[in-house]
Nanobody
Framework: VQLVESGVGLVQAGGSLRLSCAAS????????MGWFRQAPGKEREGISC????????YYADSVKGRFTMSSDNAKTTVYLQMNRLETEETAVYYC??????????????????WGQGTQVTVSS
C-alpha cells in the first residue's frame, strides 16, 4: 500500500489549503481513511476520517466547521480542505488507511499504513 500526500505547503493565517492523498495500488472502498498531523514537539493527532463501514465522516473538535474531508468517486484519493487556518496548525500532515473499514477512534495505533507526510506552514 502506498499513500502519497500532496498540497501547497505555505499559507497565511486565516487562509485555506487543500491536501490530497492518493492511494497508488488500491481503492479504499472497503477501508477507512484518516488525516493526522504532528506539530513540532507534539504527538501525532487525528483530525478527520472517513469510515467505509457506515459512510460517515468524523472530525476532531479542533477542526470541526473549518476542515472538510472528502474523496473522489473512484475512491483512490482523499482530500482535506482546510479553511481559516491558524498558526498553531503548522505541522506535518499525514494520511493513513485502516483496513477494518472503521475509522474511529481516531488514534494512530489503529491505522495500518501511512503516507510520508506533507509539511503545512501557517504564517502570521
Amino acid at each position: 500500500v502506498q499513500l502519497v500526500e500532496s498540497g501547497v505547503g505555505l499559507v497565511q493565517a486565516g487562509g485555506s489549503l487543500r491536501l490530497s492523498c492518493a492511494a497508488s495500488v488500491f481503492s479504499f472502498d472497503d477501508y477507512a481513511m484518516g488525516w493526522f498531523r504532528q506539530a513540532p514537539g507534539k504527538e501525532r493527532e487525528g483530525i478527520s476520517c472517513i469510515s467505509s463501514r457506515d459512510g460517515d465522516t468524523y472530525y476532531a473538535d479542533s477542526v470541526k466547521g473549518r476542515f472538510t474531508m472528502s474523496s473522489d468517486n473512484a475512491k483512490t484519493t482523499v482530500y482535506l480542505q482546510m479553511n481559516r487556518l491558524e498558526t498553531e496548525e503548522t505541522a506535518v500532515y499525514y494520511c493513513a488507511v485502516d483496513i477494518t473499514g472503521w475509522c474511529i477512534p481516531l488514534i494512530t495505533k489503529r491505522y495500518d499504513d501511512w503516507g510520508q507526510g506533507t509539511q503545512v506552514t501557517v504564517s502570521s
